[in-house]
């Protein structure tokens, strides 16, 4: 059996999301990690089963391009499988639905998405469905991969990378659509399909996200008041941050939508992954995992613009623009 190696690099590109490093299942089911690159040979290895290979769900920075459901009980998976059905016929959501040797997954292909944002999607769907999210061994459910919001202290979760042979059982599972005939009727032919899947609507996602509960600020500060500049004995660093909100500061050097995210100016962004909370009073981006205050924000400008980044200059410098 070959596949087509085209093929086996489109595949990888929808299911892989780092290359540093990579899973392998053991025979007793468990993985471990090999802190080498993951190449395509090593995928088409998988295919071919004679390795198993694991997807990790976040790649180095955070960020995810797939959603998975993983029920372990057939009771449940039969609750995956009535939420692919509603949301290919009431909302034209594409669904893939993998059975496994207990129950089985259902695959969502976003957007890219921050961690965060893909687990406030999957945990809104599965509250929108009525299905229950698992939470530990006393709280059975459905497992939402990614199980964390960014890859920190390790690598994250991982699912194992579909069509392989399952080290336990000996068998490939196939994919199937939500009425359970054959996604494709060949190996061959649902990898071609993989390798450029059907993508769920970012108007989609926008709406879920819309419904989904707020995320936890990164301060429990109060919603911000601009202060009189009465108290000259404040430390100056102090004065600055009470004399204008973060959104505001930032939003005359940062193009910010509704929902005070736009493109971080402070490297080659593609997803908009910068965001100013305005309740919380702080800026922060998903992609280069900073954040803070609107001192903070003039200290990676200062530094981007070539001119001294310091906290002292910088302070000094935001003490002429706002005092």
């Not at 290979?53 to 959603?67: N, T």
């Not at 040797?101 to 009525?130: C, I, M, S, V």
């Not at 709406?207 to 995320?215: G, K, Y």
């Amino acid at each position: 059996m070959e596949f087509d190696p085209q093929a086996v690099s489109g595949y990888a590109a929808t299911f892989v999301n780092r290359r540093d490093m990579y899973p392998i299942q053991l025979e007793n089911g468990t993985y471990v990690t090999v802190a080498k690159p993951l190449t395509d040979n090593l995928i088409y290895a998988h295919l071919m089963g004679h390795l198993t290979i694991g997807a990790y769900a976040l790649d180095p920075k955070g960020w995810a391009k797939w959603i998975c459901f993983d029920a372990d009980q057939d009771e449940h998976f039969e609750g995956l499988v009535s939420m692919a059905q509603a949301l290919s016929l009431f909302s034209d959501v594409p669904t893939y639905l993998e059975p496994s040797r207990r129950g089985g997954h259902l695959w969502l292909f976003a957007p890219t998405l921050p961690g965060f944002q893909a687990r406030r999607f999957g945990k809104q769907l599965l509250a929108d469905h009525e299905l229950p999210e698992k939470h530990g061994e006393e709280q059975p459910g459905i497992e939402l991969y990614p199980k964390q919001d960014k890859p920190f202290p390790g690598p994250g979760s991982l699912v194992r990378m579909p069509l392989g042979v399952h080290k336990l059982t000996g068998h490939r599972y196939h994919f199937i659509t939500p009425d359970g005939t054959p996604l494709a009727q060949t190996i061959r032919e649902q990898i071609q399909l993989l390798a450029a899947p059907s993508r769920v609507p970012q108007a989609f996602v926008d709406e879920i996200l819309a419904r989904a509960p707020a995320p936890k600020a990164v301060s429990p500060t109060q919603p911000f008041q601009v202060k009189p500049e009465t108290n000259t004995s404040a430390p100056l660093s102090e004065r600055i941050k009470s004399r204008i909100s973060v959104y505001d500061f930032v939003s005359q050097y940062v193009a910010l939508d509704q929902r005070g995210k736009g493109y971080c100016p402070f490297h080659d962004d593609q997803h908009k992954s910068f965001q100013v909370n305005q309740e919380g009073n702080y800026w922060q981006c998903y992609a280069c995992q900073m954040g803070g205050s609107v001192i903070d924000f003039w200290m990676q400008w200062r530094g981007a613009h070539n001119q001294d980044s310091s906290f002292k200059e910088t302070v000094k410098d935001l003490a002429k623009i706002l005092l």
